[in-house]
């Protein structure tokens, strides 16, 4: 069982910059490829990055392609999101999630589904 442990949320003002962190226990971190979800309300989760487990393969949606970063670190069992150029459609919950079954060849990186274990979130609040 994997525990995730999101940090770094908080309020910020359009155009500024915030990083997440999320922090794996409970299981063998380098095994796992690690996305980030957001969830505003009133709205379905959505996905925003992933990472696969070696760093070779990255996704990101369309709507923060140039302004959000994903890495991680294996040796720390962290997983980070670097968010730049704040919107303030980019306020939400932010989840991180871990999978053992990601692909990125097919695409199933930005489905919910295709991880196993998410954490508690963190919110991030854009104002103008």
């Known amino acids: 069982q994997v525990q995730l442990v999101e940090s770094g949320g908080g309020l910020v003002q359009a155009g500024g910059s915030l990083r997440l962190s999320c922090a794996a226990s409970?299981?063998?971190?380098?095994?796992?490829?690690m996305g980030w979800f957001r969830q505003a309300p009133r709205k379905e989760r959505e996905f925003v990055a992933s990472i696969r487990w070696n760093g070779d393969n990255i996704g990101y949606a369309d709507s923060v392609k140039g302004r959000f970063t994903i890495s991680r670190d294996n040796a720390k069992n962290t997983v980070y999101l670097q968010m730049n150029s704040l919107k303030r459609e980019d306020t939400a919950v932010y989840y991180c999630?871990?999978?053992?079954?990601?692909?990125?060849?097919?695409?199933?990186?930005?489905?919910?589904?295709?991880?196993?274990?998410w954490g508690q979130g963190t919110q991030v609040t854009v104002s103008s």
């Open positions: 409970g299981g063998t971190f380098s095994r796992y490829s």
């Open positions: 999630a871990a999978g053992s079954r990601v692909t990125y060849a097919t695409g199933n990186y930005a489905y919910t589904r295709a991880y196993d274990y």
